[in-house]
């Protein structure tokens, strides 16, 4: 799985860059970085969708037809509208949601911002959300972005990896330590 991420991310990479570039140039990384989030939102919200993206049954002609009417739906600026209808005719669309996440890190980083991957076993409320963006500023002295998943299998507790650090405080953690620690015992 390791081996395809990376595939994907070289995949990626280069037409993040270049969609960075052009919407830097235009003075409109915000603009395009909200119609981004608006076609990821819907790749996260419909399984179909994520599906389509992905299948490779489905021919690149195919999919590159069924752009305008994915565009009409997030209605991104143009900019982002060509964007995804160049990558849908280079049969790249498989590869959009990591171009999207590639452009996301490019932005943050012009920003002078560092991402933050948070994982719960429920859904955080803005207020958490808050809280927890603002303690990693005040620790790291940057400003965080959190880009949150939510896995029920931690049971409770949190686990935030900013780069190459994590902080486990999941319940399953905690529990998988204790169990290791009796078996040692006994």
């Known amino acids: 799985m390791a081996a395809q ?14 969609l960075f570039d052009i919407a830097q140039g235009e003075g409109s990384l915000d603009r395009v970085e909200s119609g981004l989030n608006s076609i990821a939102k819907l ?3 419909s399984a179909d969708f994520a599906r389509f993206l992905g299948s490779p049954v489905i021919s690149a002609e195919a999919k590159a037809a069924t752009v ?9 600026d143009a900019t982002v509208a060509n964007f995804v209808k160049v990558v849908a005719a280079n049969g790249r ?13 490019l932005a ?16 955080l ?16 002295g940057k400003t965080v972005t959190l880009n949150e998943h939510v896995d029920p299998s931690l049971i409770g507790g949190l686990q935030v990896k900013v780069g190459s650090q994590m902080i ?19």
């Open 43 to 45: 790749a996260t919200e």
């Open 168 to 186: 486990d405080s999941s319940l399953k953690t905690k529990l998988t330590a204790m169990k290791i620690a009796m078996k040692e015992v006994g």
């Open 68 to 76: 305008d009417t994915i565009i009409a739906k997030a209605k991104p």
């Open 125 to 140: 409320s803005r207020a958490q959300v808050t809280s927890l963006a603002a303690t990693l500023k005040a620790k790291i």
């Open 5 to 18: 991420d990376s595939v994907l991310v070289q995949i990626a990479r280069p037409y993040a860059q270049a």
């Open 108 to 123: 943050s980083k012009a920003r002078g911002e560092v991402s933050a991957e948070v994982t719960s076993a429920v859904p």
């Open 93 to 105: 669309l498989f590869a959009l949601p990591v171009m999207i996440q590639s452009f996301r890190d």
